[in-house]
C-alpha cells in the first residue's frame, strides 16, 4: 500500500505539531518515523490510521483519503498493548470478527500470526497475565492478524528491557518479513530504527529532516541537525560518523582533550572533547591509556567525516 502526504499541517493547542509538505512511502517496505520527543511521530502514525485529520492536507492510502480506507486497510498496534478480558485467542479473534472475517478464516489468520510472533503456546493464556514481552507479542500478532495492507507500530519495544527487549528486537524483522503489508514504525532509538526498517523519516520538530533508505540517511544525514540526533560528533562544519573515532594517527586526523577513560566491556574508550564538542573515542588493544587531562591526536576514516556548509547543509 502506498501512503502519501500532501501539504500535512497538524496544530494542536495553538502551535503547529506536524508540517509534511510532500511525502511518500512506499509499498511493501518497511519504514521508520525516527525522531525525539514530541516530534510529531505518533500523530503521522495517527494520521494514517485516520485518528486524527490535519488542519491542512490530506493524507492518501493508495489514493483515496486515510479516514475512509482505514476501516479496512489498517492494522495498528498501539504503544501499550491492552486487551479485554479472556484468552489471547478470543482477543486476537475480537479483532478479526469486528472486521467480519468468517470462522474458518479467523482460525488460518490467528495461527499463522501466533507462529510469526512466537506466541502459539499462548493462545489459551490468560491475555491481562502475560509478561511484558509476551503482551508486547500478542499485541504485534493481533495486528498481523489482520492481514491489513497497512501496518502501523507505534513504539514496538516500548516498557521492554534487558532479554526480552533483546529477544523481541531479534524476531520482530522475522515477524515484518511474514506480512506483505507496508509497515510504519515510530520508535525514538536510532539502532532500533536501523535494525527493523528499510526506509528511514527522520522527523525533527515536526518536519522530516531526512527521508531514504535507513542505511544511506544515517550515513549522509543532509543537514547539521539531522547528524547531530544520529550521535555524529560536530566540530565545526565537520560531523563525524558515531564510533568512528580512535586514538591514535589516521586519515582524519582531531586534537583530543582527554576528560577520562571508561571501560565498556568490549573496549576501552577516552572519553573528552574536540574543539569544545564532547566526543569519544576507542581505544586500541594494548595502546597505553591517555590520562585525563591530556591532549592526544584521534582519527576517523576520511568517509566517516561530513563537511556542511554555512547553511548547515551537507556539502556535496
Known sequence: MEVRFEDVEVRKGGRTVLEVPALTLGRAAATALLGPNGAGKTTALRLMAGLERPARGRVLLDGEPAGRAARRAVAYAFQRAVFLRGTVRENLELALRLRGV?????????ARAAEACGIGHLLGRDALRLSGGEAQRANLARALALEAGLVLLDEPLSGLDGPARA????DLPGMLAATRATVVLVTHDRD??????QELVLLI???PAACGPAGEVFRRPPTREAAAFLGYTRCGREAIRPGALTVGPGEREFAFTVERVVDLGTHLAAEGRIG???????????APLPAPGSEVTVSAPAAAVLTYRDDGRLAE
Open 167 to 170: 529477544a523481541l528486537l531479534a
Open 102 to 110: 468468517p470462522a474458518a478464516e479467523r482460525a488460518r489468520r490467528i
Open 205 to 207: 520538530g515536526g518536519r
Open 276 to 286: 569544545g564538542a564532547p566526543a569519544r573515542a576507542a581505544v586500541p588493544d594494548g
Open 192 to 197: 532500533e530504527a536501523l535494525q527493523l526498517a
